[in-house]
């Protein structure tokens, strides 16, 4: 608590005096504050907040603390955006920080995930009006997941209670911050992701093009595929779905699993199925633009994480109609009800997987009620604009104007 107490009164100066933005309808302009803007889930859930906001009231920027980064071709126009180029530790970035506060103006800044968080933060205790705070938590990396509590935890807990707001993505993730950072549970806002049910469909318009999609890959017209998308690295447990590959191809014939996404295992994995002799039954895609033509290749969706937030991917799944087999990790049950819409099992639990993958694989008609059951789970709670309007009220409620959300 020395921390605390020592940056109270600046802190308490700037939280409090710039107080509320005019109650008229006036534009509201949000920064968000991102480590980097890349491919991953959180950069995408970022996307679609601001694709899908209404243009007419709220102005969105991107900061990112390193480049721009390859999401912002996927953008609507009008987006500003702001590299801070930071290479390595940077001591004083929070200053670049600061400066780039004092001339955008932000009503709101929305730090999201702990990569900018405390340059973040420590720049807005010194602005003359400073902006509202949201801090977003979107999950751990693995270091994070594998670590011990650490100093670095103290200092966010003490920095934690500076923001106006604090919120996260489902249940699960709220407990953790209740837990490990001593949070009150009633001042942390859920709100979950979103997926555009347009895009990703059961309903193929271009049967051709999935047919020379198939070909391409090496899909035969008599091959069960299973597959994932998502970053080849260790919190993801990629290894863990090639090694049960190599148990299903003597029970499933024609078991494909079909890997979309890259990362830094991409060249330890490719070598695994090499000594397993499971070339012709694994398909690394690397990263693919039109990713819902991806989910239309797949007859289940699997996914064997060590740890997952709020799982971007399993949404994408679940709106194609895809049954899902997952670890029973992190927000995954809040997506997938075991036994409705597909199986939760325990981390690197061969025999579970093996056992849900069997019983889909033999009983179509059970595939095709978890189909519509995902399909329609979306359709009821996780569309992209229930999302949206979501953190709209968000922002419009920090800035003291009125927007009704749908829910919490």
Known sequence: MLLS???ELIVNKNRHGGGPASTESTMIHVLHVVNAFDVGGMENGLVNVIN????TTFQHSVCSLTTEGKMKERVVPDV???????????????????TLLKKSKPDVVHIRGWGPFFDTIVSTMFLPRAPKVIFSFHGMSYGEYISPKKFSDVI????????NQIMTLNTSMSQYLCSRYHIRKDSIKIIGNGVDAAIFSPYTPNQIA?????????????????????RLEQIKNMKFLINACSGLKEKIPGVKLLIVGEGTEQKDLSQMCRELH?????????????????????????????YEGFSNTILEAMASGLPVVCTNVGGNQDLVIHGENGYLFEVDN???????????????????????KSRQLVEESWTIDRMAKNYEAMYSALCGQELSSISA
């Open 52 to 55: 899908y906001s209404r243009q």
């Open 278 to 306: 499971l070339e012709k039954h694994v398909i690394f895609t690397g990263k693919q633009d039109d990713m819902y033509k991806m989910y239309r290749l797949m007859n289940i969706y699997v996914q064997s994480s060590l």
């Open 5 to 7: 107490k020592a940056l």
């Open 80 to 98: 500003n955006y702001y590299a801070l180029n930071k290479v390595g530790v940077e001591r004083f970035l929070f200053v670049k920080m600061r």
């Open 210 to 230: 999935i047919a020379e999609l198939k070909r391409a890959l090496g899909i035969r017209k008599d091959d069960f595929v299973i597959g994932t998308v998502g």
């Open 156 to 163: 966010k807990e003490n920095l934690l209670w500076r923001v």
């Open 350 to 372: 061969y025999h579970e997987f093996a056992n849900h993958l069997n019983r889909l694989y033999e009983n179509v008609e059970v595939r095709h009620t978890f189909s519509v």
